[in-house]
């Protein structure tokens, strides 16, 4: 742990706040930009091959630039070949869709002339293009980069009204529903916005906090939708009814009432366990003293929304949080660039690196378990993806935990147990 450097894996030409990874194609999304502001900084959405590279060690390469005009995507939620992009105070959605060269081909002969195409062969990564702007590195021999044509095509769909702030519309986050029946939207006018997808029939559209959402997750089942504002409260909805209001507090009776507030929430399952839930939300500070106070982790039961553990998660301010797919892992960026995965069961630290990015952790994305029906995690316990406003993004791997066989415990058990009997035996004769 402490201060160490972690290779880029990719740097953009943008600042980079959102990062998102499609089990289903294999593609790493992420994206940004300068948004309306004449400085020259463009905004895009970026997809990107990730490989493995040995057992440890990861590689990627740009395969499309996806232009987004004078709008910055700020935050997004991808489901079945979908973006929903949070521009401004709209929700864009646009399908995406990643085809082979050979599939591309039969295309074309077919005369549907409608795909965005790279025309380049695929960036390799520490490469960019010919105005020196799109930059890819990778953090390990790119040698086995394979040499071949990318085809992404990427169609707008709609556009709903996330945010109707009358002064600064922004909507603040998006997601689709566990079952991607639903998408949900959350901004600075404190309404939370509930549509049908792919349908977009608005089902719900309430007011949920006083001033800006931070956040929003739905649980499996879509049964209770949990949002953080910055009123200081996290609530529990059941549709559009508040079903109740939480304390985390009551496992802190030494903090005072609004010194801190709740910054993130995710559900995340429990991996030995099918039908159990837990809920995660982090606390932060609601001001900053010149000793620097603690921020805290708190694990919730997910379906009676009691508290089951709070614990410190150090002085550095978090700005972002995630939760693996297995709920085995929990993740942690902060406002100073540090980058740090606890473990979900106990919230203990596992691995931290202090200061990755120059500057403020805007997402994580933990990697799923294959890719394709292709082993990505290698020999790694588990790996999570990093993007910063500092253009950069990282991967961080834990490698697996040596282990040694219960037999083989056992058995040396066993060897020291008739070691001692020897000895007492012949210290004292006639022990036995």
Do not use: P
């Given at each position: 742990m402490g201060k160490r450097r972690v290779p880029d894996l990719y740097r953009a030409p943008f600042p980079l706040y959102s990062i998102k990874v499609d089990p289903t194609t294999g593609l790493v999304i992420t994206a940004g930009g300068g948004g309306a502001s004449k400085t020259g900084i463009k905004n895009a959405v970026?997809?990107?091959?990730?490989?493995?590279?040995?057992?440890?060690?990861?590689?990627?390469?740009?395969l499309h630039s996806h232009d987004t005009d004078t709008r910055a995507t700020m935050n997004m939620a991808v489901g079945n070949g979908v973006i929903a992009a949070g521009q401004d105070g709209t929700c864009c959605l646009m399908k995406f869709k990643h085809c082979s060269q050979r599939e591309e081909g039969?295309?074309?002969?077919?005369?549907?002339?409608?795909?965005?195409?790279?025309?380049?062969?695929?960036?390799?990564?520490?490469k960019?293009?010919?105005?020196?702007?799109d930059e890819a590195a990778g953090s390990g021999d790119m040698s086995d980069m394979k040499d071949e044509t990318a085809c992404i095509s990427v169609t707008g769909l709609a556009e709903v009204q996330s945010d109707l702030n009358p002064q600064d519309p922004l909507q603040k986050v998006v997601r689709f529903s566990p079952d991607l029946g639903l998408l949900l939207t959350g901004g600075t006018d404190g309404h939370i916005r509930v549509w049908e997808f792919p349908s977009l029939k608005k089902k719900f559209d309430f007011k949920a906090h006083e001033g800006e959402i931070e956040d929003l997750d739905l649980s499996p089942g879509n049964k209770h939708l949990v949002s953080i504002g910055r009123d200081f409260s996290c609530s529990v909805w059941s549709g559009n009814q508040l079903a109740m209001g939480l304390k985390w507090l009551e496992t802190m009776p030494q903090i005072a009432e609004k010194t801190y507030r709740y910054m993130a929430c995710r559900f995340g399952k429990l991996e030995d366990q099918k039908d159990a839930l837990r809920l995660y939300t982090v606390q932060i500070p609601h001001k900053r003293d010149r000793k620097p106070p603690p921020c805290y982790l708190t694990k919730w039961n997910g379906k009676s929304f009691l508290p089951m553990l709070t614990a410190s998660c150090g002085t550095e301010v978090i700005s972002s949080?995630?939760?693996?797919?297995?709920?085995?892992f929990l993740g942690l960026g902060t406002v100073t660039g540090s980058v740090a995965?606890?473990?979900?069961?106990?919230?203990q630290k596992l691995y931290y690196v202090q200061e990755s990015h120059g500057i403020v952790v805007t997402d994580l994305a933990f990697l799923p378990d294959s890719l394709k029906g292709k082993n990505i995690k290698g020999n790694n316990?588990?790996?999570?993806l990093s993007v910063a406003v500092d253009s950069r993004c990282q991967v961080h791997a834990v490698p697996n935990r040596r282990s040694f066989s219960i037999?083989?415990?056992l058995s040396l058990c066993g060897l020291v147990v008739m070691g001692l009997v020897l000895l007492l035996q012949y210290l004292f004769p006639g022990f036995i």
């Open positions: 970026h997809f990107l091959d990730l490989r493995l590279v040995g057992e440890h060690q990861y590689s990627a390469s740009l039969k295309d074309a002969a077919k005369g549907a002339g409608n795909r965005v195409q790279q025309g380049n062969a695929r960036r390799r990564a520490g960019g293009d010919k105005g020196g702007q949080l995630a939760v693996s797919d297995s709920g085995t995965i606890y473990i979900a069961f106990s919230l316990e588990t790996a999570m037999w083989l415990v």
